[in-house]
C-alpha cells in the first residue's frame, strides 16, 4: 500500500501564499487518484481539491477555486497544493490521500480515499 506525507505547512498572513506537498516512495503514484483534504477544530473533514492519476482532471471545494491549484508531477512522486490569497478560514489541518484509480476523474463513486499521511498545520492570521 502506498504511504505518503505532507510538508510545507506553517503560519502566513492572509493574503499571503504557501505550497503544500504530498510525497512517496511508491513508484506506483500514478496508479492513484490524489486529494487534499483538510480539517479544522471542530469541523468535519473537507475536500478541498483532487486530481487524476494522469493530472488531466481536477476537482475544487466552491471555496478555494480561484485561489488553489493541485498538480502532481508523476516523475518526482510528488503532489502539489498551490495556495494563494489566503483567508483566516483556511486554517486547518491539511491532509493528502490517495485512491486507488486509473479512471479518468478523481472523486465520486468508486474513489476511495484509503491511504492518509499524517498531515501538515495551516494558520492563516488576519
Known amino acids: 500500500q502506498i504511504q505518503v506525507a505532507e510538508s510545507g505547512g506553517g503560519e502566513v498572513q492572509a493574503g499571503e501564499s504557501l505550497t503544500l506537498s504530498c510525497t512517496t516512495s511508491?513508484?506506483?503514484?500514478?496508479?492513484?487518484?490524489m486529494g487534499w483534504f483538510r480539517q479544522a477544530p471542530g469541523k468535519e473533514r473537507e475536500e478541498v481539491a483532487c486530481i487524476n492519476w494522469s493530472g488531466t482532471n481536477s476537482y475544487y471545494v466552491d471555496s478555494v477555486k480561484g485561489r488553489f491549484t493541485i498538480s502532481r508531477d508523476n516523475t518526482n512522486l510528488t503532489l502539489y497544493l498551490e495556495m494563494n490569497s489566503l483567508k483566516p478560514e483556511d486554517t486547518a489541518m491539511y491532509y493528502c490521500?490517495?485512491?486507488?484509480?486509473?479512471?479518468?476523474?478523481?472523486?465520486?463513486?468508486?474513489?476511495?480515499?484509503?491511504?492518509w499521511g499524517p498531515g501538515t498545520q495551516v494558520t492563516v492570521s488576519s
Open positions: 511508491d513508484p506506483d503514484f500514478d496508479d492513484y487518484s
Open positions: 490521500a490517495a485512491a486507488p484509480s486509473n479512471g479518468a476523474g478523481c472523486r465520486g463513486y468508486g474513489y476511495i480515499y484509503e491511504y
